[in-house]
């Protein structure tokens, strides 16, 4: 059986090994040198699942796992793209008349944040030549996609000087521009989630988000303290490494069930009967009397989900803050199993995985990120991660499943210049 892998963070900083390769890869693509190197990471969402298009809670904490972007302005309007994963291959694209959709692949990630930005009036973003290296795993629920488009939205913004990069404040507006590019240009439905955790996390910490409309960032985002150490524990995460499933198709109908679900309820979103039966006197009376009013036993099963997942992000937040390390844990228990039994996002790999986690010893185990494959986390007692991965991986063998790999997750920062 093999060794399950841990996929190491590049190292950042102007002589990290992140900002040479990106140089690197710049210059013997494009034949001159870089103006500079931004990064910005992939995260793992704790608690809070499937709640960001509800307008709900959140907790994610960014991965030291980072995307590299070297990046030149150029005088015209034209876009030339090189990642690390083809380093042969040059993309091509022009901003110039670009309409939603207009490029096709992974280059329309970062392509739609400069089309974002300029459809945003910033009419001053121009062409420019990238080079990406990432040590985040491709579509595997940690937002790969997400430290593509704010690595450019943050780059764009310092090298056409827009002036949002630097304040929390700010960064709301480069947020949206990665979120339109992921939604609108590459065609791949987000919440929101992934951009705000990309762009504002800070090392150290999670962060709770308020996906609420209209927020301003000091009402979205609260700083919690995510110190794992202190607390003796470490957060695994394995990337089951699952193909992934029908993804679109199923995410639309799971927003839509949900959006169909508040008409019903004749309220704007799902977060207003969360509010409602978070501050009722009896919350499962509260919560009974809500799924009543629905005739759909699936959708029942959806809004269900949604409601006690919002509820449980405060409860998380609470426990761990107390140092309650086993009622943390149940937390991320019950999420695992509301998504696998109500909002049925689940496939057979994670629900193994957390099952072995659990029986290893963990505290308590969830899948993270969307589901349909992807990863799942396991909070653990430092020193058990290479025990529990391998674990996983055992069974993962017996039953014919792909190895995992791993990733050690320690809270990191959001998106930066590197040099
Ligand atoms: P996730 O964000 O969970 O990794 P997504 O499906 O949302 O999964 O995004 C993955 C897609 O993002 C890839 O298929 C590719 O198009 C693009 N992508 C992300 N990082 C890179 C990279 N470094 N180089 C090229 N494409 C990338
Ligand atoms: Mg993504």
């Known amino acids: 059986m093999e060794t399950v892998e841990f996929v190491e963070a590049m190292t950042t900083g102007s002589q990290g090994c992140g900002t040479r390769l990106a140089q690197q890869l710049f210059r013997e693509t494009f034949k001159y040198e870089a103006e500079g190197v931004w990064s910005s990471p992939g995260r793992v969402n704790v608690i809070g699942e499937h709640t960001d298009y509800n307008a709900g809670l959140c907790l ?6 980072r995307t590299f972007l070297a990046l030149r302005a150029r005088q015209d309007d034209k876009v030339r793209l090189v990642s690390s994963f083809a380093p042969e291959q040059i993309e091509l694209a022009e901003l110039h008349g670009l309409q939603a959709g207009g490029v096709q692949g992974w280059a329309a990630y970062p392509v739609g944040v400069a089309w974002a ?52 404040e700010g960064r709301l507006t480069l947020i949206d521009a990665a979120i339109r590019s992921e939604n609108e240009m590459a065609g791949a439905s987000t919440g929101g989630l992934d951009q705000s955790a990309s762009m504002r996390c800070q ?15 000091l009402q979205s985002v609260k700083q919690v303290p995510f110190d794992l150490l202190v607390h003796g524990l470490e957060l695994l995460v394995l990337d089951t490494q699952a193909p992934h499933q029908l993804n679109d198709g199923q995410y639309a109908a ?8 508040a008409a019903t309820l004749g309220v704007d979103n799902l977060r207003v009967v969360a509010d409602e039966v978070a501050s009722a006197s009896d919350s499962q009376q509260a919560l009974d009397e809500v ?7 699936t959708q029942r099963k959806r809004v269900r989900h949604v409601i006690t997942e919002i509820a449980r992000v405060g409860q998380f937040i609470d426990a761990f803050g107390v140092g309650d390390i086993d009622r943390a844990g149940q937390l991320l228990d019950a999420s695992h199993d509301s998504l696998r039994d109500d909002y049925e996002v689940t496939v057979p ?41 391998q674990e996983v991986a055992r069974e993962f ?12 997750a320690v809270a990191s920062s959001s998106a930066e210049r590197e040099v």
Not at 121 to 133: I, N, S
């Open 349 to 389: 790999e994670l629900d193994i995985a957390v099952d072995v986690a659990r029986l290893q010893g963990a505290y308590g185990a969830r899948m993270t990120g969307g589901g349909f494959g992807g990863s799942i986390i396991a909070l653990v007692k430092k020193g058990q991660s290479q025990l529990v991965a």
């Open 203 to 217: 090392s150290g910490h999670a962060i709770e988000l308020d996906c609420k409309p209209g927020l301003s960032a």
């Open 254 to 261: 799971r927003r839509k069930s949900c959006e169909d679900a």
């Open 291 to 297: 799924l009543g009013k629905l005739s759909d036993p």
């Open 60 to 65: 994610p904490i960014a991965l030291p796992h």
């Open 117 to 168: 930005l300029r459809k945003a009036g910033f009419e001053q973003v121009g062409g420019f030549d990238a080079a990406f290296v990432s040590c985040v795993p491709v579509g595997s629920g940690l937002s790969s996609s997400a430290a593509m488009t704010c690595s450019t939205a943050l780059a764009l913004d310092d090298v056409y000087q827009l002036g949002y990069g630097s304040t929390d």
């Open 397 to 408: 063998d017996r039953l014919g499943f792909r190895c995992p790999r791993a990733l050690a």
